[in-house]
């Protein structure tokens, strides 16, 4: 039961955030992407990518699968020397864009400015939490998405689906009351099926993920063991 | 029709922020809190004052009236020098604390732990928003007050009563939906006791106001009126 | 008198930076990247150029004059979401940065740490600073180049070298008294040859500009008056 | 060979920073000075406290030894809710301040702007820094004191001027080189007398201190040791 957010952006999704790792940097983010895009293909299962900016138009260029922003500012153009522009990201290939991260939380102004702004320009709009309240929070503010992600679970093996599934469901409650349109996701600790078929249990759209796939001995094995357990849910 | 907050706080109320005005500085900051004390008794009216953070305790041991914190930061005790103790202005005599205020935006998720921290250990907590949408955003997070203030009127003297009836109005609507129980101030731009009149009459219980009355040449005039006119809605 | 601060970079130069223009964005950025390249050749001055962080790649795939970014993270690879990673701008074609732009003011514990970072892994470094006490600061971390700019002469047209060419003189005796290896730029309001020809009389080795080139009518034009005027002095 | 910085700080001087410890808060902190005002009395060395700034008053009413506060802001009278005016901790009782704390570091241009703030109102500059480069940057900005700490030590009672002199030295060196009028002091793991001896033997005017007196079981115990250290080199 996919359903399209835009016309590049479908749910359920594996999105991919490839961080600042080496293992999802230049040459390493494109080889990352392709896989990424060959797992798609062969499972039928959307999969995203959030690569870090200056790679953005090398992955965006060399793969069909959505291209995601980790991050942009609140700003149009003008003179905002280091800032991330969203129309620069749009340009070079990004059809959306994280806001808020773990690693980039930022001010609940600026988040609604720069969810207006992707209503604007075109960009699918996937904001981060922290928890239950912050997550009715953000719904508030009318994003595509909300990824809830426990900052206390990300990067430990630990997959919140299992460790934490109260915050999991009990986001999609307190998101569908604020505001039925918006999509929910979860990630922190995610690294095997079973815990992305969990999330879509819970009630979400699909995962946010980065070590356990980018820092995967094998990702396409990984990746293909995360499809499969999203299509069979 | 009062409504009690907590033992030392009850609305409808007109919060006075200091800022950092020189009319609200040191010894101008005790003067002025008299005056704001003095309005209070003469007119049964709430009101409350928000002087700078060194000011705290000497505003609060020789006024009754509630004392408010201008800002808090998400700690507790520990090593965060240079930070504001949420306990330190408690101790100092605050019975509360503007958050997010315009002129001191923070971090969505700082703005939870803030008004977690606030329930912690019994403080009023005000957070400020500058339109609908943030506002309902800030519902989420359950604190005790809403004072939404588009920042572009802010020290105008263009009352938001008058010039935005419905952002006042749409905000008072999109915090009910998402949470009835956060109570709505507004401000911005507010000079005389029909602004104070108008944002009552739009459903919010009080007003935050600041250069209105720190800045006025006679305070106590202004103040005066500012009370007359909210007892009588 | 041509110095070689590393293979890719030369002064004197005249570095534009693009800022988030839309004149210096996506395609237009590529565009105007060669108008800088044709004027480099032509005239054999060097011309550096900074685009955003999405377009660095496309430009320094299509150019062979020095390109910047225009702001990296204090940071090496790992869990840092939507923050800029000096290998990630290196690998997109990068071989310099700007650092602390007035648009994008840093911590100063952070310039040392990013200065630290560009040594290590060979990008020329250039922070930018507000006047001649922070210049000689800067000069402290022993940065590549510090580009002293007047906030205040931002954008404005008014050309520091002539405006405050007391603070560009300052600029350049503080910081050879702090450090003598460091080279100093000036920038703000710089729109015509005879400022930058001013600003090599009043000892930099080069100018940092943004809107008197990117915003120019005919930016060929005014860059060939510019590099023709470094030429002669 | 005390040396007087203003009519209320002379150095050689203790500096006990109060973070935001239980141990430093509210009541605790009017205790805490007191015990340091005894031991300054008893010893005829300079000892000043940092307290919390909702606690300058308290404090400062209380006691005769300089007051520090932790933290100002780059701000004059004005608009800046919950920021920190200078003129509100002077007239609070503060005769200096910290600035750039490694639990509060700041940007490059505002300590810059605050040291200026500090010396046109008349309160003790004291910039913390991280490193040696660091602190040569600081002395460029000619503030009346730099406190290096390195971040790694700060806590864990190894004390910077016997595990790492030769940052100590090195500091003293490099800020003698940029501007000799600076005075330095050190801090970081600063447990015992003749850690503090050995602090003055290596050039410094003085330590900055906090958990080594703030969390010990009899502070003022461990404060006379480091005053009688101090006094005997």
Redesign the interface.
């Known amino acids: 039961m996919a359903t399209q957010i835009s016309s590049k952006v479908q749910v359920p999704i594996i999105l991919v955030?490839f961080?600042?790792?080496?293992e999802g940097?230049?040459?390493k983010a494109l080889e990352l992407a392709k896989i990424c895009e060959k797992v798609g293909k062969e499972t039928d299962v959307s999969v995203g990518v959030?690569p870090?900016?200056?790679?953005?138009?090398?992955v965006a260029n060399a793969v069909s699968i959505p291209v995601f922003?980790?991050?942009i500012d609140p700003?149009s153009?003008?003179?905002?020397?280091?800032?991330?522009?969203p129309?620069?990201?749009k340009?070079?290939g990004?059809v959306g864009t994280?806001i808020?991260?773990?690693?980039?939380?930022?001010?609940?102004?600026?988040?609604?400015a720069i969810v207006s702004r992707t209503q604007e320009i075109g960009l699918v709009s996937v904001v981060c939490?922290?928890?239950m309240?912050?997550?009715?929070?953000?719904?508030?503010?009318?994003p595509d998405m909300v990824a809830v992600e426990p900052p206390e679970l990300?990067?430990t093996g630990i997959p919140v689906s299992k460790a934490k599934p109260e915050v999991v469901s009990g986001t999609v409650e307190?998101v569908r009351?604020?505001n039925p349109d918006v999509i929910v996701l979860c990630g922190a600790g995610i690294t095997r099926g079973e815990d992305v078929a969990a999330a879509l249990r819970l009630g979400t759209k699909g995962v946010l993920v980065?070590?356990g796939i980018v820092k995967a001995k094998d990702p396409y094995s990984v990746l293909l063991e995360f499809a499969d357990a999203m299509s069979k849910v």
């Open positions: 955030n961080k600042t790792y080496a940097t230049g040459k959030a870090q900016l200056p790679d953005i138009s090398l922003s980790q991050h700003i153009y003008g003179s905002f020397t280091g800032h991330v522009l129309e620069a990201v340009a070079a990004a994280l808020n991260h773990s690693e980039r939380r930022l001010k609940l102004a600026d988040i609604d939490s922290n928890n309240d912050v997550s009715a929070a953000v719904a508030g503010l009318r990300i990067g307190a009351r604020v980065a070590s």
